[in-house]
């Protein structure tokens, strides 16, 4: 099983770009299926993006399509969040998610729900 870490937050004026990193260890990166989550306090949690384990499919959520690419380097164990045109709503903590490929179904319209590990997060805030 692997384990995340989330890494490239930071402070950032609208308009500006940042890149989150999640790094996995331990062994099978490639047979996950990664997400990107992002939580407000006093709120649900919600997926921004996934990516199958192969990076064919990559699911966006309404919110964030066209400023955000997902992607991920399975020989380097990393996956990215590229966040463009960011606004003061995308504030929050973003987080990594893996779940098995068998069980994690991600499609370009589609992300399944059983992600099994968590990163800690990373927190982003976006001011005007």
């Known amino acids: 099983q692997v384990q995340v870490v989330e890494s490239g937050g930071d402070l950032v004026q609208a308009g500006g770009s940042l890149r989150l990193s999640c790094t996995a260890s331990?062994?099978?990166?490639?047979?996950?299926?990664m997400a990107w989550f992002r939580q407000v306090p006093g709120k649900q949690r919600e997926v921004v993006s996934c990516?199958?384990?192969?990076?064919?499919?990559?699911y966006y959520a309404e919110s964030v399509k066209g400023r955000f690419t997902n992607s991920r380097d399975n020989a380097k164990n990393t996956l990215y969040l590229q966040m463009n045109s960011l606004k003061p709503d995308d504030t929050a903590m973003y987080y990594c998610?893996?779940?098995?490929?068998?069980?994690?179904?991600?499609?370009?319209?589609?992300?399944?729900?059983?992600?099994?590990?968590w990163g800690q997060g990373n927190q982003v805030t976006v001011y005007s």
């Open positions: 998610a893996a779940g098995p490929q068998i069980q994690v179904v991600v499609t370009n319209t589609y992300c399944g729900a059983e992600f099994s590990v």
């Open positions: 331990g062994s099978g990166f490639g047979n996950y299926a």
């Open positions: 990516i199958s384990w192969s990076g064919g499919h990559v």
